[in-house]
Nanobody, 121 residues
């Protein structure tokens, strides 16, 4: 079993900062990509930031220059540093990872349970 566990969400004033963490655990042979998505009420889930398979980071235009994604491969953990937060950043943030659980197996997409980020104006 593979689990993604997120932490770090909360309530913050506009202009503030939060740091999200997502740790992958369980049966993991390799992790291809890790990243963050978010879903605001009444909206579709959207990409926030993600490491591509080659290691480069991709960001949504709305967060470029404010959010930074980083990764600790030794800990199977991905982080999202969010600065200059705006009320429109309010959403449930989900961690996503493409993980190959075993050497002989297939790569699957896994999702965390989500963590709420609320930015007050």
């Amino acid at each position: 079993q593979v689990q993604l566990v997120e932490s770090g969400g909360g309530l913050v004033q506009a202009g503030g900062s939060l740091r999200l963490s997502c740790a992958a655990s369980g049966s993991i042979f390799s992790i291809n990509t890790m990243g963050w998505y978010r879903q605001a009420p009444g909206k579709q889930r959207e990409l926030v930031a993600r490491f591509a398979s080659g290691g480069s980071a991709n960001y949504a235009d709305s967060v470029k220059g404010r959010f930074t994604i980083s990764r600790d491969n030794a800990k199977n953990t991905v982080y999202l540093q969010m600065n200059s937060l705006k009320p429109e950043d309010t959403a449930v943030y989900y961690c996503n990872a493409d993980i190959r659980p075993t050497y002989w197996g297939t790569t699957y997409a896994y999702w965390g349970q989500g963590t709420q980020v609320t930015v007050a104006s």
